[in-house]
């Protein structure tokens, strides 16, 4: 019957994975290299503008993860931002398809100097497991110079938080 089930499962505890352990030491740590490295190259917070070029959306849910209260984004001064105008940082994910290109090359148009382009997973690094599709041009290396490759299938979002800070931090 429904009503024991429902009974059941409103008085048990959820079945979901509790959150991934973060050493405190870490966050403190990639907090200060940011802090330091974001005033002295900017002056200010950092706005990134994530761009879709096809990919499953695998990498799209580590990045809403960044945003969430267990990671927390802005406390690192990083934020995302709707338009890449207002943008510090390209972070393209999944494969440069034939009918993003365009789209792609018009956002960093758009996108002020200075500015860097992050290869967000191995879809943006070099086509990942679309490689070699008719719909596929490569990674986003074919279309814009990279001046930061975050691999993983998908990355974690420990992996892109401190790929950011290495890309702050070697340009700053």
């Known amino acids: 019957m429904l ?3 429902l009974a059941r499962c409103l008085v048990s505890r959820p079945l979901t994975d509790p959150p991934p352990p973060v050493a405190p030491e870490i966050v403190a740590e990639l907090r200060a290299r940011l802090d330091e490295a974001a005033q002295a190259r900017l002056g200010r917070s ?6 879709d070029a096809g990919s499953c959306n695998a990498c799209e849910l580590e990045i809403n993860a960044l945003q969430n209260v ?3 984004l802005e406390r690192f001064g990083l934020r995302f931002v ?3 105008r207002h943008a510090d940082i390209l972070l ?3 494969p440069l398809t034939r009918n993003m290109a365009e789209a792609l090359l018009r956002a960093r148009a758009a996108t002020p100097d200075p500015m860097w382009v992050v290869a967000l997973g191995d879809c943006a690094v070099d086509g990942g497991v679309f490689k070699g599709s ?8 074919a279309a814009l110079p990279v001046d930061l490759v ?3 299938c998908p990355p974690s979002p420990t992996q892109i938080l401190e790929g950011l800070v290495a890309l702050v931090e070697a340009h700053g």
């Open 134 to 141: 008719y719909a596929v041009l490569g990674g986003v290396e």
């Open 82 to 84: 709707a338009s890449p």
């Open 150 to 152: 975050i691999p993983g």
């Open 70 to 72: 267990v990671h927390d």
């Open 3 to 5: 009503w024991p089930k």
């Open 46 to 51: 950092l706005a990134i503008r994530q761009v």
């Open 92 to 94: 393209v994910t999944g």
